[in-house]
């Protein structure tokens, strides 16, 4: 069975700088990788996924994120972090032949400080 | 695009009571899903179908019900509300088409069971 780790529940950041958040991922075939962000009181929005077509992947609001094969990891980076990025943001794995149902990591809360 | 809607957004149970939380979606998506999300858990896979007649239990099941009579809609059922299932309930759907795809998510259904 796949299981997704997120290392780092709460993860705070100056306004500007880098934001780097961890997944790792484990899984018995090549697996398909997302990351969504679930901003307060709201449901869960795509950010970017990963799909084999290419290992670094760009999403929205300038987010992207690396597949690593060797390190098992599909980390989620932006270059300058802004306020409105604060939120909490799950990396999920789908096992491709399933029912498509996502495993989540438990999730990153990012705090953005001014 | 309505996409994923969700009812009721609140809801408070007594222990005992029973509900229904409505999901529709009008993307024509064969699958769709809820989880429950808990504070530092993610999302848990309650119960998901891959059209319409066809249900399957996930990874969290327990006292729960679901059926899909139509492909738009994927109500789930609490026929005895025990505190233990406070939590935010999300419905989900995904083509079956192609694999890569995303689920798209409702905005969210907040229960507690006092």
């Known amino acids: 069975a796949q299981s997704v780790t997120q290392l780092g529940s709460h993860v705070s950041v100056s306004e500007g700088a880098l934001v780097l958040l961890r997944c790792n991922y484990s899984?018995?075939?090549?697996?398909?990788l997302f990351w969504y962000v679930q901003y307060p009181n709201q449901g869960l929005q795509l950010l970017l996924k990963y799909t084999s077509a290419a290992t670094l992947v760009k999403g929205i609001n300038g987010f992207e994120a690396e597949f690593k094969k060797s390190e098992t990891s599909f980390h989620l980076t932006k270059p300058s972090a802004h306020m409105s990025d604060a939120a909490e943001y799950f990396c999920a794995v789908r096992v491709p032949g399933s029912a498509r149902q996502l495993t989540f990591g438990s999730g990153t809360q990012l705090t953005v400080l001014p | 695009n309505a996409g994923v809607t969700q009812t009721p957004k609140f809801r408070i149970l007594k222990i005992g009571q029973s509900m229904t939380l409505q999901c529709t979606q009008d993307?024509?998506?064969?699958?769709m899903y809820w989880y429950r999300q808990d504070p530092g858990m993610g999302l848990k896979l309650i119960y998901y179908?891959?059209?319409?007649?066809?249900?399957d239990k996930g990874e969290v099941p327990n006292g729960y019900n679901v059926s899909r009579s139509t492909t738009e809609d994927f109500p789930l059922r609490l026929e005895l509300a025990a505190p233990s299932q406070t939590s935010v309930y999300f419905c989900?759907?995904?083509?079956?088409?192609?694999?890569?795809?995303?689920?798209?998510f409702g905005q969210g259904t907040r229960l507690t069971v006092v």
């Open positions: 989900a759907s995904c083509e079956r088409q192609a694999t890569n795809t995303e689920a798209f």
């Open positions: 179908s891959v059209g319409a007649g066809i249900t």
């Open positions: 899984s018995s075939v090549p697996p398909y």
């Open positions: 993307m024509n998506h064969n699958y």
